[in-house]
């Protein structure tokens, strides 16, 4: 139970307190953190902030650049199918082919992308707190 | 089909059901509990029940029907369902995670810092939420109609009483070991059922009946726009569906909740084979079932259809047990999150309120799925997530990425997309299937880029309206947890 105290959200963000809201268990965006401490600080000091929006960039590129090469390969599969003559007639092990492209061969594609971008953006965090000098 | 199979099996699943529930009522204990399961749930266990929450009738039942009926243009249906999630891991897990905000509302509200956005992202969030309920009902009309000869309400209220029982018992806490228990019943009703008819084909040599590639009815195939509207609707509609995203709280932290998305999209991989398969084995075997108008129970059919006797009665028990554990997972997923939005804003967050809006969010759909017909399953959950990719995805992508969203932005974006998508789906609804245009009955390809071309202008036009808070979050939804967080 005490890990559950400590990572659920207890506080309620200060400028929404202030407003007079009251939404019990509501949003609590800075919530189930240890108060201000030298890391916060950090991060929100001037020369944090440049850390922050570099790795605030870096993701968003990761994340931008997977789901383009997603959409290109899922784009090129029914093009495949349509330029190379006789290939959507032609048969894998029995079943025919287009069926195995389409409703087999795309899950690889998407497994093998999600696992790129989870290592990438971890990679990405690492790097951010080394810069953090914060292990 | 004996009926008593169907009644039998419905019987089984929500007796099942109702027992984890109760189980887990004995382990929630606080309004954290109800809400987020306490944060405390394990990956496996979690990535299970998002996978069991979000397979729903659509996906159990309607894949497989739309396979039937339009070939390899509905097998973009699997691959967006799946796809979406991809898009959700990459743009959304874990910076949402890391906003510490229990449902959508919340986390507009807090980003934002007005209360304005948050009354506008519940209406948008519960108008998805009985959306999206509404076939789950209509699947289980179809299922109790094509299996047991009961009236089509039966099969209705049946889903939304078992599913108010256990989500007023335990809240999400249950609601996590019955989802996960859901998904796994799942993929064995649909697996053991289609391996046994692969295996009674092969052994008897029963000739295919027509080539993959005939279409039983005689229907046009889609045209590149549809196809391509489809999949914006379903890559960009998933990240906005509210059952989806309370799931990612319970995640301990940011690359938790990557993880667990991995962890989904190889559980949704590994099902979406089995209805393709059943829709691939229908066209071959058994097409006539979809001149017949009942594409949508082609699951329910087929073992009956091509093994029949005792061994096709069993079969058919455990694909009905399947349906309803899909019926049962996702409206309880929906009602969950319903009831977490509707009894913040109305209720004041208590316990009391949780239960009272969880019966508010469960009849609201029943009423509108007892009045409406059922379309195609897969189809008219696709509209749901045309809708959500119109409304509740722009605010979400821009929310975490882009500082210069401002209140005023996401309200006029949000707005832009409900009318625009809200309007085309009134109006395909009374044009009916047949006179409906194209462009309207798959509207996300137009809706989508509106609501973001209008959440950007009306943000920049209002650009003193940038939350004063703005460094703060954007700093905590993108960087690590601090080590004593993420330390297990």
């Known amino acids: 139970m005490t890990r559950v105290r400590v990572t659920a959200p207890r506080r309620v963000d200060q400028s929404r307190a202030a407003a007079g809201s009251g939404t019990a268990g509501g949003s609590a965006l800075p919530g189930g953190r240890p108060p201000a401490d030298a890391r916060e600080a950090a991060e ?91 292990k | 089909m004996n009926p008593a199979v169907g009644i039998a099996a419905f019987a089984a699943v929500s007796l099942a059901t109702a027992v984890i529930g109760f189980y887990g009522l004995r382990i929630s204990r606080t309004t954290g509990d109800f809400y987020v399961a306490s944060r405390t749930v394990r990956p496996w266990w979690n990535a299970s029940a998002i996978g069991g929450e979000y397979l729903s009738a659509a996906s159990f039942l309607g894949v497989a029907g739309l396979i039937l009926l339009s070939g390899t243009d509905a097998l973009w249906f699997p691959v967006g369902y799946t796809a979406g999630y991809l898009m959700l891991l990459l743009f959304v897990a874990a910076p949402l995670r890391r906003s510490g905000a229990y449902t959508i509302p919340d986390f507009t509200e807090a980003r934002l810092d007005s209360r304005v956005v948050r009354r506008v992202t519940s209406v948008v969030v519960v108008m998805v939420g009985w959306l999206y309920i509404v076939p789950q009902l209509h699947g289980a009309a179809l299922a109790i ?71 039983p009815t005689g229907a046009a195939p889609a045209g590149l726009y549809q196809n391509i509207s489809l999949l914006v609707a379903l890559l960009f509609g998933t990240l906005g569906l509210p059952h989806v995203l309370v799931r990612f709280y319970t995640n301990p932290d940011g690359q938790s909740a990557r993880r667990t998305t991995l962890i989904v999209l190889g559980l949704l991989s590994v099902f979406y084979l089995f209805p393709t398969a059943y829709g691939l084995v229908g066209r071959m075997f058994a097409p006539h079932l979809a001149q017949s108008g009942q594409a949508d129970a082609l699951v329910l059919l087929l073992p009956g259809e091509l093994v029949g006797g005792t061994a096709g009665d069993l079969l058919s028990a455990l694909v009905v047990a399947g349906a309803f554990a899909a019926f049962l997972s996702t409206t309880s997923g929906l009602v969950v999150s319903l009831a977490g939005v509707i009894s913040q804003d109305l209720f004041g967050g208590s316990v009391k309120g949780f239960r009272r809006a969880a019966v508010i969010s469960a009849v609201v759909p029943l009423g509108i799925a007892s009045m409406t017909g059922s379309l195609a399953l897969a189809g008219s959950v696709g509209l749901v997530f045309a809708f959500t990719a119109s409304t509740i995805c722009p605010v979400l992508l821009l929310g975490i990425w882009w500082r210069g969203l401002t209140d005023a932005g996401a309200i006029a974006g949000m707005v832009t997309g409900a009318v625009l998508c809200g309007g085309a789906m009134v109006a395909g609804a009374v044009l009916g299937a047949g006179g409906t245009p194209t462009w309207l009955a798959q509207p996300a390809a137009w809706t989508v880029p509106a609501a973001f071309a209008v959440m950007v202008l009306a943000s920049r036009a209002t650009r003193d309206r940038v939350p004063r808070t703005i460094t703060r979050l954007m700093t905590r939804l993108h960087t690590p947890e601090r080590p004593l967080a993420t330390e297990r």
Do not use: H
Not at chain 1, 106 to 120: E, Q
């Open chain 2, 145 to 215: 109609r094509a299996t047991t000869g009961l009236p089509a309400w039966v099969g209705q209220v049946a889903v939304v009483a078992v599913v108010c029982v256990t989500v007023v018992s335990g809240g999400m806490r249950s609601i996590t070991f019955v989802q996960a228990f859901q998904y796994w019943l799942k993929l064995t009703a649909l697996a053991v059922p289609i391996l046994f008819i692969l295996f009674v084909l092969a052994d008897s040599g029963t000739p295919a009946v027509a080539a993959a590639s005939t279409n």
């Open chain 1, 44 to 134: 929100e000091s001037d020369a944090g902030q440049v850390f922050v929006r570099s790795l605030i960039r870096s993701q968003l590129r990761l994340a931008v650049v997977v789901a383009a090469g997603f959409l290109l390969i899922l784009a090129a599969f029914p093009l495949m199918l349509g330029i190379v003559p006789g290939l959507a007639d032609s048969t894998l092990a029995g079943l025919p082919f287009d069926w195995v492209l389409l409703g087999a061969g795309i899950y690889p594609v998407i497994g093998l992308s999600a696992w790129l971008f989870i290592r990438t953006a971890a990679r990405n965090e690492a790097r951010y707190r080394d810069l953090l000098g914060d």
